[in-house]
């Protein structure tokens, strides 16, 4: 369970990824990493899915390259920050386009049954519980439609973790799930078959500005509940950057990801809610057009 100093506000973490929106991809080196590694994952996919949703699409990266794998797909770029979905205009092009729909992972703008395949690319990790995604995901799905995920696990970023908590008491860094907690949200919400596994990442800074400037520029403010309030003083962020050499190997400082991909299926004895026909609901004004 999270403790309620780690809650996420979300109004906070969504006005941190509009503010990032412009500069997102060029920083976002572990992302894309991440990114082409799940997609590469995504292999038995018979029949070929019809309705796909890319959840948390951020620049929409991946819809192209899921609108390029499954043609004649609807695939929907979902995302809670406006800037993104409009950043994701320019990944589509007169043969691959694509949806866009502002929407939160915890609420979907899709009636029960209705998608394949669910994809969520590093999303995950900003929802204080994950019940509330899993659950709507397992919604929209379709029995036995897919879910594939990846999120950051509990030992992601413990150097910066570690050197906060010799400067003060305050929480710096969100309190990220381990494969036991997503796998048991999996099962709580009706998926079977979960597969997960573990991957570590490390990126090397020459500087503890440029980590920190850099985690900025991909949206990753501290916006947790027991954050301190005001801004950070220059002595305490002298107090950091001294802990933090404590770390620096080979000459670089170095910040540590764990990333947790895993898939699921929907559970086979899931039912639409509703016997009308599915759809998806989509603002007309997030549906993009030809320029």
């Given amino acids: ?37 799940l997609l590469e994952r995504i292999t038995d996919m018979t029949p ?22 499954f043609r004649q797909a609807l695939v929907v770029a979902l995302d809670f920050a406006e800037g993104m979905l409009r950043a994701a205009r320019a990944q589509q092009s007169w043969r691959r386009r694509f949806a866009r729909a502002c929407a939160d992972l915890e609420n979907l703008p899709l009636r029960d049954a209705t998608a394949d ?3 969520s690319n590093l999303a ?34 413990n150097e910066l973790r570690a050197a906060w908590a010799g400067v003060d008491g305050y929480t710096h860094v969100n309190q990220f799930f381990d494969m036991h907690d997503i796998g048991a949200a999996l099962a709580r919400n009706g998926f079977v078959d979960p597969v997960l596994d573990v991957e570590h990442f490390t990126l090397a800074y020459a500087d503890l500005r440029t980590l920190m400037l850099d985690l900025k520029a991909i949206g990753a403010h501290n916006v947790t509940a027991g954050r301190p309030r005001g801004l950070t003083g220059r002595r305490r962020l002298l107090a950091l950057g001294q802990a933090y050499e ?29 016997g009308a026909p599915a759809e998806i609901r989509i603002p007309v004004s997030q549906i993009s057009r030809r320029p």
């Avoid at 906070?12 to 929106?21: D, L, T, W, Y």
């Avoid at 404590?246 to 086979?268: H, M, Q």
């Fill in 48 to 69: 070929s899915p019809r309705v796909i949703v890319d959840a948390g699409a951020g620049t929409g990266q991946a819809s192209r390259a899921l609108k390029k794998r």
């Fill in 117 to 119: 395949l669910v994809f």
């Fill in 1 to 37: 369970m999270t403790s309620r100093e780690f809650e996420l506000a979300r109004g906070a973490v969504r006005k941190s990824f509009e503010k990032a929106s412009a500069v997102y991809d060029a920083h976002a080196v572990l992302q894309t990493r991440v990114r082409n590694l």
């Fill in 246 to 274: 404590a770390f620096r190997k080979d000459g670089r400082l170095p910040a540590t990801y764990e990333v947790i991909f895993g898939r699921a299926r929907a559970g086979a004895t899931r039912r639409a809610q509703s």
């Fill in 124 to 157: 995950l990790q900003w929802m204080t519980v994950p019940d509330r995604a899993f659950g709507e995901t397992a919604r929209v799905l379709r029995p036995d439609g897919w879910f594939y995920f990846s999120t950051f696990g509990p030992a992601t970023l």
